[in-house]
Protein backbone atom coordinates (compact mmCIF):
# COMPACT_ATOMS: atom_id res chain seq x y z
CA UNK A 1 0.00 0.00 0.00
CA UNK A 2 1.31 3.71 -0.94
CA UNK A 3 2.26 6.03 1.55
CA UNK A 4 0.52 9.08 2.32
CA UNK A 5 3.61 10.85 0.40
CA UNK A 6 3.31 8.95 -2.19
CA UNK A 7 -0.40 9.61 -3.02
CA UNK A 8 -1.25 11.50 -6.22
CA UNK A 9 -2.56 14.71 -4.13
CA UNK A 10 -1.03 16.64 -1.01
CA UNK A 11 -1.64 15.61 2.40
CA UNK A 12 -3.22 18.09 3.73
CA UNK A 13 -1.64 21.00 6.14
CA UNK A 14 -4.46 22.80 7.95
CA UNK A 15 -7.90 22.72 8.25
CA UNK A 16 -9.92 26.32 8.28
CA UNK A 17 -11.66 27.44 11.33
CA UNK A 18 -13.01 30.96 10.40
CA UNK A 19 -15.19 31.19 7.26
CA UNK A 20 -16.08 34.38 5.15
CA UNK A 21 -18.48 33.79 2.35
CA UNK A 22 -17.78 35.82 -1.12
CA UNK A 23 -21.13 38.34 -1.72
CA UNK A 24 -22.42 37.01 -5.60
CA UNK A 25 -22.14 40.29 -7.46
CA UNK A 26 -23.04 40.34 -11.51
CA UNK A 27 -21.27 41.39 -14.08
CA UNK A 28 -23.39 44.88 -14.65
CA UNK A 29 -22.30 45.58 -11.02
CA UNK A 30 -18.61 44.88 -11.06
CA UNK A 31 -18.76 46.96 -14.41
CA UNK A 32 -20.75 49.61 -13.19
CA UNK A 33 -18.01 49.74 -9.89
CA UNK A 34 -15.51 49.92 -12.44
CA UNK A 35 -16.47 52.74 -14.32
CA UNK A 36 -16.90 54.34 -11.48
CA UNK A 37 -13.44 53.77 -9.87
CA UNK A 38 -12.02 54.56 -13.25
CA UNK A 39 -10.66 51.57 -14.00
CA UNK A 40 -8.16 51.79 -11.26
CA UNK A 41 -7.77 47.73 -9.26
CA UNK A 42 -6.50 49.39 -6.24
CA UNK A 43 -9.46 51.59 -6.33
CA UNK A 44 -12.08 48.87 -6.60
CA UNK A 45 -13.88 47.22 -3.53
CA UNK A 46 -12.43 44.04 -2.49
CA UNK A 47 -15.94 43.06 -0.78
CA UNK A 48 -17.31 42.58 -3.82
CA UNK A 49 -14.16 40.17 -5.78
CA UNK A 50 -14.71 36.61 -6.00
CA UNK A 51 -10.82 36.10 -5.68
CA UNK A 52 -8.17 38.77 -4.81
CA UNK A 53 -4.52 38.27 -5.74
CA UNK A 54 -3.88 41.91 -5.77
CA UNK A 55 -1.43 41.26 -2.86
CA UNK A 56 0.16 38.86 -0.47
CA UNK A 57 0.82 41.56 1.55
CA UNK A 58 -0.47 42.05 4.74
CA UNK A 59 -3.72 40.18 3.46
CA UNK A 60 -3.03 36.56 4.56
CA UNK A 61 -5.01 34.41 7.01
CA UNK A 62 -3.64 34.74 10.98
CA UNK A 63 -2.66 31.44 12.75
CA UNK A 64 -4.53 30.30 15.78
CA UNK A 65 -1.27 31.45 17.60
CA UNK A 66 -1.28 34.70 16.11
CA UNK A 67 -5.44 34.93 16.93
CA UNK A 68 -4.53 33.98 20.46
CA UNK A 69 -1.45 36.41 21.29
CA UNK A 70 -3.36 39.28 20.50
CA UNK A 71 -4.79 39.21 24.18
CA UNK A 72 -1.64 39.42 25.59
CA UNK A 73 -0.83 43.05 23.71
CA UNK A 74 0.47 45.58 25.81
CA UNK A 75 -0.85 48.91 24.72
CA UNK A 76 1.39 50.83 26.89
CA UNK A 77 3.11 54.13 25.46
CA UNK A 78 6.95 53.63 26.96
CA UNK A 79 8.24 49.95 26.87
CA UNK A 80 5.38 47.51 25.71
CA UNK A 81 6.34 44.30 26.56
CA UNK A 82 5.74 42.72 23.36
CA UNK A 83 8.47 45.07 22.55
CA UNK A 84 10.95 42.97 24.15
CA UNK A 85 10.04 39.59 22.92
CA UNK A 86 9.71 41.09 19.22
CA UNK A 87 13.03 42.17 19.35
CA UNK A 88 14.09 38.83 20.60
CA UNK A 89 12.21 36.95 17.91
CA UNK A 90 14.10 38.76 15.52
CA UNK A 91 17.67 37.62 17.25
CA UNK A 92 15.91 34.35 17.12
CA UNK A 93 14.85 33.97 13.73
CA UNK A 94 18.09 35.80 12.07
CA UNK A 95 21.01 34.97 14.27
CA UNK A 96 20.01 31.72 15.83
CA UNK A 97 19.14 29.14 13.49
CA UNK A 98 18.58 26.02 15.35
CA UNK A 99 18.99 27.53 19.19
CA UNK A 100 16.19 30.38 19.56
CA UNK A 101 15.35 30.97 23.10
CA UNK A 102 11.88 32.03 22.23
CA UNK A 103 11.65 34.57 25.11
CA UNK A 104 7.99 34.94 24.01
CA UNK A 105 6.71 31.88 26.13
CA UNK A 106 7.53 34.20 29.25
CA UNK A 107 4.65 36.32 27.73
CA UNK A 108 2.41 33.53 26.75
CA UNK A 109 2.77 31.61 29.63
CA UNK A 110 2.16 34.69 32.10
CA UNK A 111 5.07 34.38 33.74
CA UNK A 112 5.43 35.63 37.24
CA UNK A 113 8.84 35.45 38.80
CA UNK A 114 10.06 39.23 38.27
CA UNK A 115 13.77 38.37 38.77
CA UNK A 116 13.72 36.22 35.86
CA UNK A 117 11.72 38.43 33.45
CA UNK A 118 14.24 41.52 34.62
CA UNK A 119 17.19 39.02 33.76
CA UNK A 120 16.31 37.32 30.36
CA UNK A 121 13.82 39.74 29.21
CA UNK A 122 13.43 43.47 30.45
CA UNK A 123 16.52 44.45 30.84
CA UNK A 124 19.06 42.15 29.14
CA UNK A 125 22.12 43.24 26.97
CA UNK A 126 22.34 42.73 23.85
CA UNK A 127 25.40 43.91 21.20
CA UNK A 128 27.11 43.04 18.15
CA UNK A 129 24.02 41.77 16.34
CA UNK A 130 21.40 43.29 14.46
CA UNK A 131 19.37 43.65 17.75
CA UNK A 132 20.96 45.87 20.67
CA UNK A 133 19.18 45.35 23.72
CA UNK A 134 19.39 47.17 27.16
CA UNK A 135 21.53 50.08 27.54
CA UNK A 136 23.26 49.01 24.13
CA UNK A 137 20.18 49.72 22.36
CA UNK A 138 20.06 53.21 24.03
CA UNK A 139 23.59 54.43 23.55
CA UNK A 140 23.77 52.74 19.76
CA UNK A 141 20.08 51.96 18.37
CA UNK A 142 20.28 49.87 15.79
CA UNK A 143 16.51 48.09 15.48
CA UNK A 144 13.54 50.35 14.34
CA UNK A 145 10.39 49.41 14.36
CA UNK A 146 7.65 51.02 12.02
CA UNK A 147 4.22 50.54 10.43
CA UNK A 148 5.34 48.94 6.91
CA UNK A 149 8.30 48.37 4.67
CA UNK A 150 8.16 51.50 2.81
CA UNK A 151 8.22 53.45 6.24
CA UNK A 152 11.26 51.70 6.88
CA UNK A 153 12.69 52.28 3.28
CA UNK A 154 11.97 55.99 3.64
CA UNK A 155 13.67 56.22 7.73
CA UNK A 156 16.83 54.63 5.70
CA UNK A 157 17.11 56.80 2.27
CA UNK A 158 15.84 60.10 4.27
CA UNK A 159 18.71 59.57 6.48
CA UNK A 160 21.28 58.57 4.60
CA UNK A 161 20.66 61.24 1.64
CA UNK A 162 21.66 64.37 3.63
CA UNK A 163 24.68 62.69 5.37
CA UNK A 164 25.80 61.59 1.64
CA UNK A 165 25.28 65.24 0.41
CA UNK A 166 27.12 66.84 2.81
CA UNK A 167 30.17 64.85 2.24
CA UNK A 168 30.12 65.23 -1.48
CA UNK A 169 27.39 67.16 -2.58
CA UNK A 170 28.74 66.92 -6.87
CA UNK A 171 28.26 63.20 -7.38
CA UNK A 172 25.54 61.55 -8.20
CA UNK A 173 24.39 58.45 -6.09
CA UNK A 174 23.24 55.03 -7.36
CA UNK A 175 21.69 52.05 -5.32
CA UNK A 176 21.71 48.96 -7.09
CA UNK A 177 19.65 46.07 -6.86
CA UNK A 178 18.60 42.36 -8.02
CA UNK A 179 14.99 44.35 -8.30
CA UNK A 180 13.89 47.19 -6.44
CA UNK A 181 10.38 46.95 -5.16
CA UNK A 182 8.42 50.34 -6.62
CA UNK A 183 8.00 51.34 -3.01
CA UNK A 184 12.09 51.13 -2.66
CA UNK A 185 12.66 52.62 -6.40
CA UNK A 186 10.46 56.18 -5.37
CA UNK A 187 12.06 56.32 -1.89
CA UNK A 188 15.83 56.25 -3.48
CA UNK A 189 14.36 58.57 -6.48
CA UNK A 190 12.73 61.18 -3.90
CA UNK A 191 15.74 61.36 -2.07
CA UNK A 192 17.75 62.72 -4.76
CA UNK A 193 19.75 58.85 -5.69
CA UNK A 194 19.27 56.59 -8.40
CA UNK A 195 17.91 53.16 -7.67
CA UNK A 196 19.24 50.15 -10.64
CA UNK A 197 18.18 47.05 -11.20
CA UNK A 198 21.00 43.94 -11.87
CA UNK A 199 18.37 41.68 -13.34
CA UNK A 200 19.87 38.01 -13.89
CA UNK A 201 20.51 36.93 -17.20
CA UNK A 202 18.62 34.00 -17.25
CA UNK A 203 15.82 35.84 -16.22
CA UNK A 204 13.32 35.16 -19.12
CA UNK A 205 15.46 32.04 -20.08
CA UNK A 206 12.55 29.12 -20.84
CA UNK A 207 12.15 26.36 -18.09
CA UNK A 208 10.38 23.27 -18.71
CA UNK A 209 7.24 23.47 -16.42
CA UNK A 210 7.61 19.45 -15.16
CA UNK A 211 10.99 20.13 -13.87
CA UNK A 212 9.67 22.78 -11.28
CA UNK A 213 9.67 20.11 -8.55
CA UNK A 214 13.18 18.68 -9.38
CA UNK A 215 14.92 21.87 -9.72
CA UNK A 216 15.59 25.92 -9.69
CA UNK A 217 17.76 28.48 -11.85
CA UNK A 218 17.45 30.71 -9.09
CA UNK A 219 16.50 33.77 -11.15
CA UNK A 220 16.28 36.52 -8.39
CA UNK A 221 20.29 36.51 -8.48
CA UNK A 222 21.90 39.56 -8.32
CA UNK A 223 24.40 39.54 -11.91
CA UNK A 224 27.44 39.98 -9.77
CA UNK A 225 29.44 40.79 -13.11
CA UNK A 226 27.21 43.83 -13.70
CA UNK A 227 27.40 44.72 -10.48
CA UNK A 228 31.45 44.60 -10.03
CA UNK A 229 31.27 46.61 -13.56
CA UNK A 230 28.98 49.47 -12.44
CA UNK A 231 31.17 50.52 -9.57
CA UNK A 232 33.72 50.37 -11.28
CA UNK A 233 32.38 52.94 -13.69
CA UNK A 234 30.39 55.13 -11.65
CA UNK A 235 33.25 54.93 -8.79
CA UNK A 236 33.10 53.88 -5.24
CA UNK A 237 32.32 56.47 -3.79
CA UNK A 238 28.86 56.18 -6.13
CA UNK A 239 27.58 53.27 -4.99
CA UNK A 240 27.02 53.68 -1.00
CA UNK A 241 25.02 50.55 -0.60
CA UNK A 242 24.08 47.60 -2.28
CA UNK A 243 20.81 45.82 -2.07
CA UNK A 244 19.35 42.73 -2.34
CA UNK A 245 15.77 41.74 -2.38
CA UNK A 246 15.19 38.05 -0.75
CA UNK A 247 12.55 37.40 -2.98
CA UNK A 248 12.78 39.33 -5.95
CA UNK A 249 9.22 40.46 -6.20
CA UNK A 250 10.10 43.09 -9.69
CA UNK A 251 11.79 40.06 -11.04
CA UNK A 252 8.67 37.61 -11.04
CA UNK A 253 8.96 36.58 -7.27
CA UNK A 254 12.09 34.48 -8.11
CA UNK A 255 14.52 33.28 -5.30
CA UNK A 256 17.91 34.37 -4.57
CA UNK A 257 20.79 31.63 -3.80
CA UNK A 258 22.80 31.16 -0.95
CA UNK A 259 25.84 31.20 -3.43
CA UNK A 260 24.70 34.37 -4.93
CA UNK A 261 23.99 36.16 -1.61
CA UNK A 262 28.12 35.62 -0.56
CA UNK A 263 28.83 36.16 -3.97
CA UNK A 264 27.06 39.86 -3.78
CA UNK A 265 28.20 39.91 -0.15
CA UNK A 266 32.01 38.86 -1.48
CA UNK A 267 32.08 42.08 -4.13
CA UNK A 268 30.67 44.67 -1.30
CA UNK A 269 32.96 43.59 1.34
CA UNK A 270 36.17 43.96 -1.25
CA UNK A 271 34.85 47.67 -1.97
CA UNK A 272 33.58 48.45 1.99
CA UNK A 273 30.23 49.21 0.66
CA UNK A 274 27.23 47.84 3.17
CA UNK A 275 25.17 45.18 1.86
CA UNK A 276 21.43 45.21 2.73
CA UNK A 277 18.56 42.84 2.11
CA UNK A 278 15.00 44.02 0.94
CA UNK A 279 13.74 41.06 3.41
CA UNK A 280 10.33 40.93 2.64
CA UNK A 281 10.28 37.34 1.88
CA UNK A 282 13.19 35.68 3.28
CA UNK A 283 11.25 32.70 4.84
CA UNK A 284 9.92 31.92 1.19
CA UNK A 285 13.94 32.53 -0.21
CA UNK A 286 15.08 30.27 2.32
CA UNK A 287 12.56 27.53 1.70
CA UNK A 288 13.60 27.75 -1.92
CA UNK A 289 17.22 27.39 -0.87
CA UNK A 290 16.55 24.08 1.07
CA UNK A 291 14.71 22.61 -1.80
CA UNK A 292 17.35 23.43 -4.62
CA UNK A 293 20.68 24.40 -3.36
CA UNK A 294 22.42 20.58 -2.88
CA UNK A 295 24.37 22.30 -0.22
CA UNK A 296 21.57 23.59 1.93
CA UNK A 297 19.48 20.41 1.54
CA UNK A 298 19.93 18.62 4.99
CA UNK A 299 20.21 22.61 6.91
CA UNK A 300 16.88 23.25 8.75
CA UNK A 301 14.92 26.48 7.17
CA UNK A 302 15.64 28.33 10.46
CA UNK A 303 19.65 27.21 9.86
CA UNK A 304 19.66 28.38 6.26
CA UNK A 305 17.97 31.95 7.49
CA UNK A 306 20.98 32.41 9.80
CA UNK A 307 23.47 31.68 7.23
CA UNK A 308 21.86 34.09 5.05
CA UNK A 309 21.73 36.53 6.97
CA UNK A 310 25.10 36.16 8.46
CA UNK A 311 26.29 37.83 4.92
CA UNK A 312 24.26 41.28 5.54
CA UNK A 313 25.42 44.70 7.00
CA UNK A 314 21.50 45.48 8.05
CA UNK A 315 17.48 45.21 6.38
CA UNK A 316 14.54 46.61 5.93
CA UNK A 317 11.46 44.48 5.99
CA UNK A 318 7.91 44.66 5.79
CA UNK A 319 5.78 42.49 8.02
CA UNK A 320 3.12 42.12 6.09
CA UNK A 321 4.92 39.84 3.94
CA UNK A 322 5.73 35.77 4.09
CA UNK A 323 2.18 35.39 6.47
CA UNK A 324 4.03 37.16 9.35
CA UNK A 325 1.27 39.38 10.18
CA UNK A 326 -1.30 42.14 9.01
CA UNK A 327 0.73 45.51 9.61
CA UNK A 328 4.57 45.92 10.44
CA UNK A 329 8.06 46.79 9.33
CA UNK A 330 11.45 47.69 10.38
CA UNK A 331 14.60 48.36 9.79
CA UNK A 332 17.91 46.80 11.37
CA UNK A 333 21.51 46.88 11.25
CA UNK A 334 24.84 45.13 12.17
CA UNK A 335 25.82 46.75 15.50
CA UNK A 336 28.77 48.74 14.39
CA UNK A 337 29.30 47.02 11.61
CA UNK A 338 30.01 48.17 7.98
CA UNK A 339 26.81 50.72 7.61
CA UNK A 340 27.35 51.71 11.72
CA UNK A 341 30.84 53.03 10.23
CA UNK A 342 30.10 53.88 6.94
CA UNK A 343 27.65 56.51 8.06
CA UNK A 344 28.46 57.64 11.22
CA UNK A 345 31.25 60.05 10.00
CA UNK A 346 29.42 63.01 11.27
CA UNK A 347 27.65 61.57 14.49
CA UNK A 348 25.69 57.87 15.64
CA UNK A 349 23.81 56.91 12.75
CA UNK A 350 21.21 55.12 14.70
CA UNK A 351 20.65 58.25 16.57
CA UNK A 352 20.02 59.98 13.55
CA UNK A 353 17.93 57.08 12.54
CA UNK A 354 16.13 56.83 15.92
CA UNK A 355 15.07 60.73 16.06
CA UNK A 356 13.37 60.45 12.55
CA UNK A 357 11.51 57.50 13.85
CA UNK A 358 10.48 59.08 16.87
CA UNK A 359 9.83 62.12 14.56
CA UNK A 360 7.36 60.16 12.11
CA UNK A 361 6.44 56.63 12.97
CA UNK A 362 6.34 56.86 16.80
CA UNK A 363 8.87 56.39 20.34
CA UNK A 364 11.32 53.25 19.36
CA UNK A 365 9.33 50.59 21.27
CA UNK A 366 5.90 51.14 19.03
CA UNK A 367 7.03 52.54 15.59
CA UNK A 368 3.42 53.18 15.12
CA UNK A 369 2.30 49.69 15.39
CA UNK A 370 -0.25 48.58 18.25
CA UNK A 371 0.96 46.44 21.04
CA UNK A 372 -1.54 43.53 19.86
CA UNK A 373 -0.09 43.94 16.22
CA UNK A 374 3.43 43.69 17.99
CA UNK A 375 2.58 40.49 19.24
CA UNK A 376 1.13 39.46 16.06
CA UNK A 377 4.57 39.61 14.32
CA UNK A 378 6.39 37.67 17.21
CA UNK A 379 4.29 35.09 16.84
CA UNK A 380 4.27 34.71 13.13
CA UNK A 381 8.28 34.89 13.15
CA UNK A 382 8.40 31.43 14.87
CA UNK A 383 5.31 30.30 12.45
CA UNK A 384 6.29 31.36 9.04
CA UNK A 385 9.51 29.05 9.26
CA UNK A 386 8.02 25.75 10.37
CA UNK A 387 8.75 23.83 7.02
CA UNK A 388 5.13 22.21 6.52
CA UNK A 389 3.23 25.42 6.06
CA UNK A 390 6.05 26.60 3.91
CA UNK A 391 5.86 23.42 2.02
CA UNK A 392 2.52 23.86 1.19
CA UNK A 393 2.94 27.24 0.55
CA UNK A 394 5.13 26.95 -2.21
CA UNK A 395 3.58 24.05 -3.64
CA UNK A 396 0.12 25.45 -4.18
CA UNK A 397 1.78 28.41 -6.00
CA UNK A 398 3.71 26.28 -7.79
CA UNK A 399 0.11 24.29 -9.12
CA UNK A 400 -1.09 27.64 -10.36
CA UNK A 401 1.59 28.35 -12.40
CA UNK A 402 1.78 24.99 -13.37
CA UNK A 403 -1.91 24.49 -14.36
CA UNK A 404 -2.03 27.91 -16.16
CA UNK A 405 1.58 26.61 -18.47
CA UNK A 406 -0.92 23.84 -19.28
CA UNK A 407 -3.76 25.56 -20.89
CA UNK A 408 -0.76 27.11 -23.13
CA UNK A 409 -0.75 30.48 -21.02
CA UNK A 410 2.79 32.13 -21.18
CA UNK A 411 3.68 32.20 -17.27
CA UNK A 412 7.30 32.92 -15.68
CA UNK A 413 8.34 30.03 -15.14
CA UNK A 414 9.59 28.41 -12.71
CA UNK A 415 6.79 29.91 -10.38
CA UNK A 416 8.04 32.29 -7.51
CA UNK A 417 7.49 31.78 -4.07
CA UNK A 418 4.84 34.14 -3.27
CA UNK A 419 3.23 34.98 -6.55
CA UNK A 420 2.70 33.77 -10.45
CA UNK A 421 3.18 36.43 -13.37
CA UNK A 422 2.21 36.02 -16.42
CA UNK A 423 4.37 37.11 -19.62
CA UNK A 424 2.05 39.96 -20.99
CA UNK A 425 4.30 40.15 -24.15
CA UNK A 426 4.03 36.33 -24.76
CA UNK A 427 0.57 36.96 -23.92
CA UNK A 428 -0.11 39.34 -26.75
CA UNK A 429 2.30 37.67 -29.43
CA UNK A 430 0.81 37.87 -33.11
CA UNK A 431 -1.79 40.64 -31.88
CA UNK A 432 -1.94 44.42 -32.48
CA UNK A 433 -0.96 45.46 -28.73
CA UNK A 434 1.98 47.72 -28.48
CA UNK A 435 3.87 48.43 -24.83
CA UNK A 436 2.48 51.32 -24.50
CA UNK A 437 -1.04 49.84 -25.10
CA UNK A 438 -0.55 48.51 -21.62
CA UNK A 439 -2.01 45.19 -22.70
CA UNK A 440 -1.25 44.14 -18.82
CA UNK A 441 -3.89 46.35 -17.36
CA UNK A 442 -6.33 45.71 -20.01
CA UNK A 443 -6.58 42.14 -18.77
CA UNK A 444 -6.63 42.73 -15.43
CA UNK A 445 -9.72 44.84 -16.31
CA UNK A 446 -11.37 42.24 -18.49
CA UNK A 447 -10.68 39.77 -15.61
CA UNK A 448 -12.44 41.33 -13.03
CA UNK A 449 -15.14 42.90 -14.94
CA UNK A 450 -16.15 38.97 -16.23
CA UNK A 451 -15.01 36.99 -13.36
CA UNK A 452 -14.46 38.57 -10.43
CA UNK A 453 -10.67 37.88 -10.06
CA UNK A 454 -8.03 40.79 -9.36
CA UNK A 455 -4.32 40.85 -10.63
CA UNK A 456 -2.23 43.59 -10.90
CA UNK A 457 -0.32 44.63 -13.72
CA UNK A 458 3.66 45.47 -13.16
CA UNK A 459 4.91 46.38 -16.49
CA UNK A 460 5.38 49.32 -18.75
CA UNK A 461 2.08 50.93 -16.40
CA UNK A 462 2.96 50.58 -13.15
CA UNK A 463 6.72 51.24 -13.78
CA UNK A 464 5.91 54.42 -16.11
CA UNK A 465 7.49 53.38 -19.40
CA UNK A 466 6.24 55.83 -21.22
CA UNK A 467 8.35 58.61 -18.86
CA UNK A 468 11.56 56.67 -18.76
CA UNK A 469 14.85 56.92 -21.36
CA UNK A 470 15.53 53.91 -23.16
CA UNK A 471 18.34 53.32 -20.89
CA UNK A 472 15.92 52.94 -18.28
CA UNK A 473 13.42 51.31 -20.08
CA UNK A 474 15.94 48.70 -19.91
CA UNK A 475 14.70 47.75 -15.90
CA UNK A 476 11.18 47.03 -16.86
CA UNK A 477 9.30 43.67 -17.24
CA UNK A 478 6.04 42.85 -18.60
CA UNK A 479 4.16 41.25 -16.25
CA UNK A 480 0.92 40.86 -14.16
CA UNK A 481 0.94 39.43 -10.96
CA UNK A 482 -1.23 37.10 -9.17
CA UNK A 483 0.06 37.34 -5.35
CA UNK A 484 -1.59 34.83 -3.54
CA UNK A 485 -2.64 35.39 0.09
CA UNK A 486 -1.40 32.91 2.73
CA UNK A 487 -3.50 30.43 3.56
CA UNK A 488 -6.52 32.10 2.19
CA UNK A 489 -7.36 29.98 -0.57
CA UNK A 490 -7.24 26.49 -1.96
CA UNK A 491 -6.79 24.16 -4.76
CA UNK A 492 -10.54 25.15 -5.41
CA UNK A 493 -10.11 28.84 -5.63
CA UNK A 494 -6.65 28.39 -7.76
CA UNK A 495 -9.09 25.85 -10.77
CA UNK A 496 -11.37 28.92 -10.88
CA UNK A 497 -8.58 31.60 -11.72
CA UNK A 498 -6.99 29.37 -13.69
CA UNK A 499 -10.27 28.51 -15.73
CA UNK A 500 -10.98 32.09 -16.46
CA UNK A 501 -7.36 33.25 -17.00
CA UNK A 502 -7.52 30.53 -19.64
CA UNK A 503 -10.78 31.77 -21.16
CA UNK A 504 -9.21 35.17 -21.49
CA UNK A 505 -6.27 34.14 -23.23
CA UNK A 506 -8.41 32.55 -25.57
CA UNK A 507 -10.08 35.32 -26.60
CA UNK A 508 -6.96 37.42 -26.50
CA UNK A 509 -7.86 39.56 -29.61
CA UNK A 510 -10.65 41.01 -27.53
CA UNK A 511 -8.75 42.54 -24.77
CA UNK A 512 -9.36 46.54 -24.96
CA UNK A 513 -5.61 48.59 -25.22
CA UNK A 514 -5.78 51.44 -22.00
CA UNK A 515 -5.88 55.06 -21.83
CA UNK A 516 -4.72 57.08 -18.85
CA UNK A 517 -7.12 59.45 -18.68
CA UNK A 518 -5.64 61.25 -15.33
CA UNK A 519 -2.81 61.52 -13.70
CA UNK A 520 -0.41 59.86 -15.84
CA UNK A 521 2.64 62.13 -14.11
CA UNK A 522 1.71 61.71 -10.19
CA UNK A 523 4.78 59.43 -9.01
CA UNK A 524 3.68 55.66 -8.23
CA UNK A 525 0.73 56.40 -10.48
CA UNK A 526 -0.28 53.02 -10.46
CA UNK A 527 -2.06 53.77 -7.12
CA UNK A 528 -3.96 56.74 -8.28
CA UNK A 529 -4.31 57.29 -11.70
CA UNK A 530 -7.35 57.12 -13.47
CA UNK A 531 -7.52 54.25 -16.92
CA UNK A 532 -9.94 53.73 -19.92
CA UNK A 533 -10.27 50.91 -21.87
CA UNK A 534 -10.59 51.19 -25.49
CA UNK A 535 -12.91 48.77 -27.18
CA UNK A 536 -12.46 47.66 -31.05
CA UNK A 537 -16.75 48.72 -31.19
CA UNK A 538 -15.32 52.04 -29.83
N1 LIG B 1 9.89 45.43 -0.69
C1 LIG B 1 9.28 44.46 -1.37
C2 LIG B 1 10.09 43.43 -2.07
C3 LIG B 1 7.88 44.41 -1.41
O1 LIG B 1 7.29 43.43 -2.08
C4 LIG B 1 7.14 45.40 -0.73
C5 LIG B 1 5.69 45.41 -0.77
C6 LIG B 1 7.83 46.39 -0.01
C7 LIG B 1 9.21 46.38 -0.02
C8 LIG B 1 7.11 47.47 0.76
O2 LIG B 1 6.51 46.94 1.89
O3 LIG B 1 4.04 47.24 1.51
O4 LIG B 1 4.95 46.90 3.79
O5 LIG B 1 5.34 49.02 2.63
N2 LIG B 1 5.04 44.73 -1.56
C9 LIG B 1 3.60 44.60 -1.65
C10 LIG B 1 3.26 43.80 -2.88
C11 LIG B 1 2.83 45.86 -1.52
O6 LIG B 1 2.07 43.73 -3.20
O7 LIG B 1 4.15 43.23 -3.49
P1 LIG B 1 5.14 47.56 2.48
Known sequence: MKSMHELSVPVPTKRSLVVRSNKE?????????????????????ADMLVLDFLSDSGSSSMTDLQWASLFHGDESYG????????????????????????????????ETNVEKLMDELYLKSHEGGFVNGGIHQLARPNAFLVPQGRCAEHLLFSTIAPILKDRNPDIEYYIPNNGHFDTTEANIAANGM????LFSVNLFEDFPSDQ?????????????KELEAFIED??????????LTITNNTAAGQPVSLKNIKTISEIARNYEIPLFFDACRFAENAYFIKEFEEEYRNYSVVEIVKEMFSYADGFTISFKKDGLANIGGGMFFRDQGTFYKKF????NIGIKLKEKQILTFGNDSYGGLSGRAIMTITVGLYEIVKEQYLRERIRLVREF??????????????????????????????????????????????????????????????????????EQRKGILNLVRFAIPRNVYESSHIDYAVAAVTELYNNRERIPKVKISRGANLRLRHFQSGLEPIYNSQ
Not at 25 to 45: D, G, I, W
Not at 212 to 224: I, L, Q
Open 344 to 347: SDNG
Open 79 to 110: RNKGYYVLLDAIRDTFERGNEPQKAINLILSG
Open 234 to 243: KGVESVPLIY
Open 401 to 470: ALKLSKNGVPVVLPAGGHAVYINVEKFFEGTEMKIDDFGGVGFTIELLKHYGIRACELGPFAFEWDKKTP
Open 212 to 224: MSAKNPFKGNMDS
Open 194 to 197: HPVN
Open 25 to 45: VSMKQREYALKETEYSMFSFP
